[in-house]
């Protein structure tokens, strides 16, 4: 082999209603090399891969593998290539269990013996720990992720997809994650490693391909560049850092909460546990925590779609409003905005002006009697779009027309100009373009400025060190006593993190909750 | 005498039950592939008139069976890219559906009402089946054999077959499914096909066994009670032969209280009686948690592919 | 060459207005073709079915009585529908309601009184909302499906009906007919109601359009049921809880269906075997042919209301099977939801999926 890419892509172009996906894209990886594919949201990094493994078509262009050029129909022929992957959003089945999940992803028969053998023997391989008869909706986030490689493993495959495998790791299960990409690299499989996190591709990867807006703007040798200069390429323009005024004088307490305590909404939920937090006027509070720990509980429990046991476990301004419902604690001035965009914080099938009238109705004041003044929802929404800078037509148009950024610019300013007390929001900038991304972190610092009280719920340990002034971890919906930014380092949030996750962690970290320090 | 009687009670029970077994075995297979098609009475409607006429215009029930078969998984089919290619809500599709049935049902059946034809027999020499008790066994319709091979046939399939795992793959989880690269529309068309077969043949054990003749509507709500037999099961095949034959209990006890009035209250309670239970245990089970077994996770949801 | 389906950006509002219209139409050309191939005057049998009854003037009384039970039930329902709460079991809270009237009637028969026809109305509106209510508590309380709960307590009314109308309720001077006796004067509204000409249904019916309407526009009620039909979690989010919508829209739906039953009664005036029309299936039709929008559910249950008079018509001057107009609104049902890709797709010609599907790897 040894000149001969493993894979070639030339000119692969894929459209979508509106959107030029993919414009002419060529890269190539070699045997045993990590490539890292870098791009922001958005820029086109997930449809490519997808095409690699069959379940697309591109529209034009040319796959070559291992020299030959390939026609990749399904994923089922991307297998049997050579080709495995691990997704994003993990292709499992909540209600089976570990064998059988595995079974799904491999094609042609196996019996269950055969293949619990045949699991076991790539788990020692690997050091990748798990018990195949338990039922996936009752596996951690990290332990989902190594079905899906063992999975891909036991394929034996050339080249293994992996599509922003650390998004929801802690940092010491993306230590683990990549020993074993390095030693599955050094036998000779290649890795094309999917990320938009710059410091994991310098401490990774061999080779970078950079996209922007579907296009390949530059291929590096990542560990010659800083994060920094690559960021660059990858956004298009100098990196700009919020502009924090120093506020340090701190106000009263705006938001109190007091031994809050709510059981598992169902069975895939987390209860919360004994949860405490006051944060002051001016402030912006961070709570870091790996996915699915109480970060959706929570931030339902505060903004009100679901009760506390009592009136008095939650205070806003030392109102009790533990009672209230999301209508009332909105008119004490809590407002929240949850992390799913699509069917939570907004609606898509409805206009912009109904999406303003979803929350912003009473505070701002034209829904009285229970009648709806559609002029002055057409103008609260006109303002939100014209002080958030949201492209879009106005406020007619339906919140699915919207792209990702656009839309959570427009719900971030629809709670902002209410001018809430208190702010709860999770996950800011999810799948936000960088430009976004920076708008929006600028505006919850000036709510802040404005002696309003914040809450950040984010998986981004960046944009929560960058932004906070106290950070938390929640874990198994327990949260730490928050404690100022600069007294914490990335290490030992993340052992927080890590808390009883099983994962990748050594076993010496299992059980240790850093929270109560 | 009593022990005549139970026995004959029993294999009314027996007879009335397996209609609603086949259409609910063929309704589990649908669901468990993540989809919900309300137009088991249409369906069964459809076979029902095609079984009749085919066998009284060509004098051969199996050909009669065949048809009602064929006709059943045609109309799914109807239901299938409604909902399926077209993206059309399942609920408003299966109520077209059953709405069709009935309206193409008494069309054609239209020219055949009034008309008698001899029941179908049970497939066993009558020898087999002199005395009651050997009758239980020996003296049934083919249906009754029939339905209880589907049923366990279709629990061996779903457990046991990597087939059935595909299938509840596709059911709990369709945009995974389909990411590692299962074709989930097509295997969805198949089960809805395969549960508008299984409708077919239901439909046919009533107007060829049950009552030999065609009457409007002569399903009677039973595709009704087949789709929450599906939901009591907890989508299990085990406990949906259980639960047939507990429904077929309560509806034997209005076949009764109408012969030989030894009810108190009214027939017309008896009647209602398998409708009002169904409600009842629908609310039992669900407010168990757990114990009632859970839904296929895609259930109703339409299923689009991107790209 | 084939067809692709490219999603708009935005539903568009030309074909949610348009597609009824062309729903109808094709179901026309449809007919011509299924009739013919039935060996019947296929343009004729269409024209009954579908113009006579608009053409002719002596049938407009006819069209009229029909759709006034189907554009108030299907009013209820476009509620409901709106919510994504598959209140299928209207039929059973028609017939309930019905009852309800029939036993105030009953007990009212040797007496006279303004208040007669007030209270029939305010029963059979009561009980057809506790019938919906069963679904209700039944779905908030345990989650069981109001799809399949509905729709058994429609088998249950029917019974209830037969057994009241066999039993206890009988008409002593009936002949030993299922049936009860016929209304009195003081429980029936006059036929000609202010001398329009107009049936009181109807004029019951547009009214309730219009109350509708204002609900659905303008409301934070009419707002918040559109919000829990399109993203529960987001109505949530927004301060609205959905047990209370559930409850609301079947509770509604219910006594719209209720309030059918009693004009209906009124109408037919008095209960029999022949009552259970399948009113409150039809209505379901009617309320997704009028694209849950009070104006075009009115416009709808005409169009419903024009088949049955003309499957009547068509059934004497064509002798077309008197099942035709059945098959007929189910045909509807599927071009209705069939067409509602237009809505939400582009269709467009596309020439290259073919060549990728040509070449495959080994």
């Keep these: 082999?040894?000149?001969?890419?493993?894979?070639?892509?030339?000119?692969?172009?894929?459209?979508?209603?509106?959107?030029?996906?993919?414009?002419?894209?060529?890269?190539?990886?070699?045997?045993?090399?990590?490539?890292?594919?870098?791009?922001?949201?958005?820029?086109?990094?997930?449809?490519?891969?997808?095409?690699?493994?069959?379940?697309?078509?591109?529209?034009?262009?040319?796959?070559?593998?291992?020299?030959?050029?390939?026609?990749?129909?399904?994923?089922?022929?991307?297998?049997?290539?050579?080709?495995?992957?691990?997704?994003?959003?993990?292709?499992?089945?909540e209600a089976m269990d570990v064998v059988e999940n595995i079974a799904l992803g491999l094609d042609g028969s196996v019996s269950r013996q055969a293949l619990n053998a045949e699991i076991r023997g790539v788990m020692d391989k690997y050091g990748l720990k798990l018990d195949p008869r338990r039922q996936i909706a009752t596996l951690s986030v990290g332990e989902r992720q190594r079905i899906e490689i063992v999975r891909a493993l036991l394929l034996n495959p050339q080249l293994l997809i992996m599509d922003e495998p650390t998004s929801v790791l802690t940092p010491q299960e993306v230590d683990e994650l990549f020993k074993t990409l390095r030693r599955l690299a050094s036998e000779g499989v290649s890795i094309l490693y999917i990320s938009h996190k710059l410091h994991e591709i310098v401490a990774l990867c061999d080779r970078a391909t950079i996209l922007r807006g579907g296009k390949v703007v530059g291929t590096c040798d990542p560990r010659q560049e800083t994060p920094r200069s690559m960021g660059e390429m990858m956004i298009g323009s100098d990196l700009r850092d919020p502009a924090r005024g120093q506020m340090k004088v701190e106000g009263t307490v705006r938001l109190s909460v007091t031994n809050l305590s709510l059981p598992k909404p169902d069975d895939f939920g987390v209860a919360l546990d004994n949860v405490n937090l006051d944060v002051k006027g001016g402030e912006i509070f961070g709570i870091a925590g790996v996915a699915g720990n109480g970060q959706n509980e929570l931030l339902e429990a505060l903004c009100g779609e679901r009760l506390s046991s009592a009136a008095d476990v939650i205070k806003v301004d030392r109102i009790p409003v533990g009672q209230f419902g999301p209508t009332s604690r909105r008119e004490v001035g809590l407002c929240a905005v949850p992390e799913e965009r699509n069917g939570h914080a907004a609606i898509g099938t409805f206009s912009l002006a109904d999406n303003a009238t979803l929350t912003a109705r009473t505070r701002i004041g034209f829904a009285t009697q229970g009648f709806i003044d559609q002029d002055g929802a057409d103008a609260y929404?006109?303002?939100?779009?014209?002080?958030?800078?949201?492209?879009?037509?106005?406020?007619?148009?339906?919140?699915?027309?919207?792209?990702?950024?656009?839309?959570?610019?427009?719900?971030?300013?629809?709670?902002?100009?209410?001018?809430?007390?208190?702010?709860?929001?999770?996950?800011?900038?999810?799948?936000?373009?960088?430009?976004?991304?920076?708008?929006?972190?600028?505006?919850?610092?000036?709510?802040?400025?404005?002696?309003?009280?914040?809450?950040?719920?984010?998986?981004?340990?960046?944009?929560?060190?960058?932004?906070?002034?106290?950070?938390?971890?929640?874990?198994?919906?327990?949260?730490?006593?928050?404690?100022?930014?600069?007294?914490?380092?990335?290490?030992?949030?993340?052992?927080?993190?890590?808390?009883?996750?099983?994962?990748?962690?050594?076993?010496?970290?299992?059980?240790?909750?850093?929270?109560?320090? | 005498m009593t022990i005549t009687f139970i026995l004959d009670a029993l294999i009314t029970v027996i007879g009335i039950t397996t209609p609603i077994l086949l259409a609910a075995t063929g309704e589990l297979i649908v669901e468990k592939s993540g989809v919900i098609n309300l137009g088991v009475e249409g369906m069964m409607l459809v076979g029902a008139i095609a079984g009749f006429a085919v066998t009284f215009e060509t004098g051969n029930p199996w050909l009669g069976i065949l048809i009602a078969m064929v006709s059943g998984a045609v109309a799914?089919?109807?239901?299938?890219?409604?909902?399926?290619?077209?993206?059309?809500?399942?609920?408003?599709?299966?109520?077209?559906?059953?709405?069709?049935?009935?309206?193409?049902?008494?069309?054609?059946?239209?020219?055949?009402?009034?008309?008698?034809?001899?029941?179908?027999?049970?497939?066993?020499?009558?020898?087999?089946?002199?005395?009651?008790?050997?009758?239980?066994?020996?003296?049934?319709?083919?249906?009754?054999?029939?339905?209880?091979?589907?049923?366990?046939?279709?629990?061996?399939?779903?457990?046991?077959?990597?087939?059935?795992?595909?299938?509840?793959?596709v059911g709990e989880n369709d945009f995974s499914a389909h990411s590692i690269g299962y074709p989930v529309i097509r295997i969805r068309y198949l089960a809805i096909a395969f549960g508008g077969a299984a409708a077919g043949i239901a439909g046919a054990d009533f107007s060829l066994v049950i009552s030999p003749l065609w009457a409007e509507q002569m399903t009677a709500g039973r595709g009704w009670i087949a789709l929450a037999l599906v939901v009591f099961a907890g989508w299990r095949a085990g406990r949906l032969l259980a639960g047939s034959y507990f429904f077929g209990v309560l509806m034997a006890l209005e076949l009764y209280a109408k012969a030989s009035g030894f009810a108190i209250l009214p027939s017309q309670f008896w009647a209602a009686m398998p409708y009002l239970i169904a409600v009842i245990v629908l609310a039992l089970l669900s407010s168990r948690d757990g114990k009632g077994g859970k839904a296929p996770a895609c259930l109703g949801k339409p299923f689009i592919p991107n790209g | 060459m084939r067809l692709r389906l490219e999603k708009r950006l935005e539903p568009s509002r030309k074909m949610l207005i348009l597609t009824p219209v062309l729903s109808v139409v094709a179901i026309m050309v449809l007919g011509i073709i299924i009739?013919?191939?039935?060996?019947?005057?296929?343009?004729?049998?269409?024209?009954?079915?579908?113009?006579?009854?608009?053409?002719?003037?002596?049938?407009?009384?006819?069209?009229?009585?029909?759709?006034?039970?189907?554009?108030?039930?299907?009013?209820?329902?476009?509620?409901?529908?709106?919510?994504?709460?598959?209140?299928?079991?209207?039929?059973?809270?028609?017939?309930?309601?019905?009852?309800?009237?029939?036993?105030?009637?009953?007990?009212?028969?040797?007496?006279?009184?303004?208040?007669?026809?007030?209270?029939?109305?305010?029963?059979?509106?009561?009980?057809?909302?506790?019938?919906?209510?069963?679904?209700?508590?039944?779905?908030?309380?345990?989650?069981?499906?109001?799809?399949?709960?509905?729709?058994?307590?429609?088998?249950?009314?029917?019974?209830?009906?037969?057994?009241?109308?066999?039993?206890?309720?009988?008409?002593?001077?009936?002949?030993?007919?299922?049936?009860?006796?016929?209304?009195?004067?003081?429980?029936?509204?006059?036929?000609?109601?202010?001398?329009?000409?107009?049936?009181?249904?109807?004029?019951?019916?547009?009214?309730?359009?219009?109350?509708?309407?204002?609900?659905?526009?303008?409301?934070?009620?009419?707002?918040?049921?559109?919000?829990?039909?399109?993203?529960?979690?987001?109505?949530?989010?927004?301060?609205?809880?959905?047990?209370?919508?559930?409850?609301?829209?079947?509770?509604?739906?219910?006594?719209?269906?209720?309030?059918?039953?009693?004009?209906?009664?009124?109408?037919?005036?008095?209960?029999?075997?022949?009552?259970?029309?399948?009113?409150?299936?039809?209505?379901?039709?009617?309320?997704?042919?009028?694209?849950?929008?009070?104006?075009?559910?009115?416009?709808?249950?005409?169009?419903?209301?024009i088949t049955y008079v003309g499957g009547q018509v068509a059934q004497t001057v064509v002798h077309v099977p008197n099942a035709t107009a059945g098959l007929f609104q189910a045909l509807l049902l599927f071009a209705i939801l069939a067409s509602d890709l237009l809505v939400r797709y582009r269709i467009r010609l596309s020439f290259k999926g073919d060549i990728a599907a040509k070449r495959s790897v080994a």
């Design chain 1, 381 to 517: 929404a006109a303002k939100v779009i014209q002080t958030f800078a949201v492209k879009t037509l106005g406020p007619n148009s339906l919140a699915a027309s919207l792209s990702g950024g656009n839309l959570q610019k427009f719900v971030m300013g629809r709670e902002i100009l209410q001018a809430p007390s208190v702010l709860v929001v999770s996950q800011p900038t999810w799948g936000v373009d960088a430009g976004s991304a920076a708008f929006i972190h600028q505006a919850l610092i000036d709510l802040a400025d404005k002696g309003s009280a914040i809450i950040v719920i984010s998986q981004d340990l960046d944009e929560l060190l960058a932004l906070c002034d106290r950070l938390s971890v929640i874990n198994l919906g327990r949260l730490s006593v928050g404690r100022p930014v600069s007294e914490v380092s990335v290490q030992e949030l993340g052992l927080m993190m890590g808390g009883s996750h099983g994962g990748w962690t050594t076993p010496a970290m299992e059980g240790d909750h850093a929270a109560k320090a």
């Design chain 1, 1 to 93: 082999m040894g000149a001969i890419n493993r894979l070639e892509l030339i000119n692969v172009t894929k459209r979508f209603p509106g959107v030029l996906a993919n414009d002419r894209v060529s890269l190539t990886v070699n045997p045993g090399e990590i490539h890292a594919l870098l791009g922001e949201n958005g820029a086109g990094k997930s449809t490519l891969v997808k095409m690699i493994y069959g379940i697309q078509a591109p529209d034009s262009g040319s796959i070559l593998w291992e020299g030959k050029e390939v026609r990749i129909n399904n994923p089922r022929a991307a297998r049997r290539l050579g080709i495995g992957m691990v997704f994003q959003h993990f292709s499992l089945f």
């Design chain 3, 35 to 305: 009739f013919d191939g039935l060996g019947y005057d296929g343009p004729q049998a269409v024209w009954e079915l579908f113009f006579t009854p608009v053409l002719d003037v002596y049938k407009w009384r006819d069209v009229a009585t029909k759709a006034a039970p189907l554009i108030i039930i299907a009013l209820g329902l476009s509620l409901s529908n709106q919510a994504k709460i598959w209140n299928i079991g209207a039929e059973g809270q028609y017939i309930v309601g019905a009852i309800a009237a029939a036993g105030v009637a009953y007990s009212t028969q040797s007496v006279t009184g303004f208040w007669i026809i007030p209270l029939m109305v305010l029963a059979g509106m009561l009980a057809g909302a506790a019938y919906a209510a069963i679904p209700a508590v039944l779905r908030t309380r345990y989650g069981v499906s109001e799809v399949l709960s509905s729709l058994m307590l429609v088998y249950v009314s029917l019974q209830l009906l037969s057994y009241m109308i066999t039993g206890p309720w009988k008409d002593p001077n009936g002949h030993n007919f299922p049936q009860t006796a016929q209304l009195t004067a003081a429980q029936i509204l006059p036929h000609d109601l202010l001398g329009s000409g107009i049936p009181p249904g109807l004029l019951v019916a547009l009214l309730a359009a219009l109350i509708f309407y204002i609900i659905v526009s303008c409301t934070v009620f009419g707002f918040s049921i559109r919000a829990i039909g399109e993203a529960p979690h987001a109505a949530r989010y927004g301060g609205f809880r959905s047990d209370r919508i559930i409850w609301a829209t079947l509770m509604i739906s219910g006594a719209m269906a209720g309030l059918a039953g009693v004009f209906e009664l009124m109408q037919l005036s008095r209960l029999n075997l022949g009552y259970p029309s399948g009113y409150g299936f039809t209505a379901i039709i009617v309320s997704l042919l009028g694209r849950s929008h009070p104006i075009g559910v009115f416009i709808a249950g005409l169009v419903l209301a």
């Design chain 2, 76 to 169: 799914a089919s109807i239901f299938g890219v409604m909902v399926l290619s077209l993206g059309a809500n399942q609920v408003a599709t299966g109520l077209a559906l059953t709405i069709f049935g009935i309206g193409l049902s008494s069309l054609i059946g239209s020219n055949y009402v009034g008309i008698a034809i001899d029941p179908l027999d049970s497939p066993f020499p009558d020898t087999l089946a002199l005395d009651t008790f050997w009758r239980i066994v020996f003296g049934h319709s083919p249906f009754v054999y029939f339905a209880v091979f589907l049923v366990l046939a279709t629990g061996f399939f779903l457990n046991k077959t990597r087939a059935g795992l595909v299938l509840r793959a």
